[in-house]
């Protein structure tokens, strides 16, 4: 499973931490680092708005 999405599963409230963590085999420490990552921020989807621009 992508860690984005498990990452973006708790953030949204959907799992929590310790499942979060448990999910993708770490530690619960560790996940708060995962977290300030800007590279977990999770997957742009079509749910997203898109700029004007584009």
């Known amino acids: 499973m992508d860690k984005r999405k498990v990452i973006s599963a708790y953030r949204r ?23 300030n990552d800007p590279k977990m921020a999770g997957p742009s989807g079509p749910w997203q708005k898109q700029s004007a621009g584009g």
């Open 13 to 35: 409230g959907f799992i929590t931490m310790q499942e979060c963590a448990q999910i993708l085999g770490i530690d619960s420490v560790q996940i708060l680092g995962m977290m």
